[in-house]
């Protein structure tokens, strides 16, 4: 089974709207932490967000939030007041357990592009 | 202010031949780690270094070999290339078991095996 899904292969967004980037994962271990990292035409990976299983908040970096749902082991990227320079790959992405260091499972990633 | 290099940043082998690809932090970080990302698709962990001295399969190792030069260095080398290995290497840094986990990517090695 995947354990990081990523259902939205691309994405349109007008300029200036928000997103919802959708990401469910799958796992049996209590601690986890949850990322995400976009990926512009570039090719270098920039991370934008955490999320540790056992935050009580939903995580915020600025435009960027992640919408967590544990119960339903989601936890989606919402970009507000989207840019054109957010037109990029977006990867979802998983630590398992508290003695995995930090390897991560990615899930196959979502492009977003943004219209002016 | 590098972060994480990697060398070369494009590579043209043949079925066969073999080559190294070398990556270097900066950020004195004790993990480092190797990731390939096929066309469309995510990345997937190659192999692992939780400190100096370690190394450890990830996901994908076949066909890889790795070393852990010193805390600054970690390569990886392909044996004898073949064409399902034709991909964009990352090599990424990071401390281990940091609150946040974040990985420090290098900017990646376009590899082509014909």
């Known amino acids: 089974a995947q354990k990081i899904t990523q259902t939205q292969p691309g994405m349109f967004v007008q300029e200036k709207e928000a997103v919802t980037l959708d990401c469910t994962y799958d796992?049996?271990?209590?601690?986890?932490?949850l990322f995400w990292y976009k990926q512009p035409s570039s090719g270098e990976m920039i991370f934008l967000i955490y999320?540790?299983?056992?935050?009580?908040q939903n995580a915020t970096e600025g435009r960027y939030s992640l919408n967590f749902q544990k119960a339903r082991k989601s936890a989606n990227l919402v970009i507000s007041a989207s840019q054109l320079g957010d037109s990029a790959m977006y990867f979802c992405?998983?630590?398992?357990?508290?003695?995995?260091?930090?390897?991560?499972?990615f899930g196959g990633g979502t492009r977003l592009m943004v219209k002016p | 202010n590098a972060g994480v290099t990697q060398t070369p940043k494009f590579q043209v082998l043949k079925t066969g031949q073999s080559m190294t690809l070398q990556c270097a932090q900066d950020?004195?970080?004790?993990?480092m780690y190797w990731y390939r990302q096929d066309p469309g698709m995510g990345l997937r962990l190659i192999y692992y270094?939780?400190?100096?001295?370690?190394?450890d399969k990830g996901e994908v190792p076949n066909g890889y070999n790795v070393s852990r030069l010193n805390k600054r260095e970690f390569s990886l080398r392909l044996e004898s290339a073949a064409p399902s290995q034709t991909s964009v290497y990352f090599c990424?840094?990071?401390?281990?078991?940091?609150?946040?986990?974040?990985?420090?990517f290098g900017e990646g090695s376009r590899l082509t095996v014909l």
């Open positions: 796992t049996s271990d209590p601690s986890y932490g």
């Open positions: 270094s939780a400190s100096e001295g370690t190394t």
């Open positions: 990424a840094s990071s401390v281990w078991l940091a609150n946040t986990g974040e990985l420090f």
């Open positions: 950020m004195n970080h004790n993990s």
């Open positions: 999320q540790g299983s056992y935050d009580q």
């Open positions: 992405a998983m630590r398992e357990g508290d003695n995995a260091g930090n390897m991560l499972t």
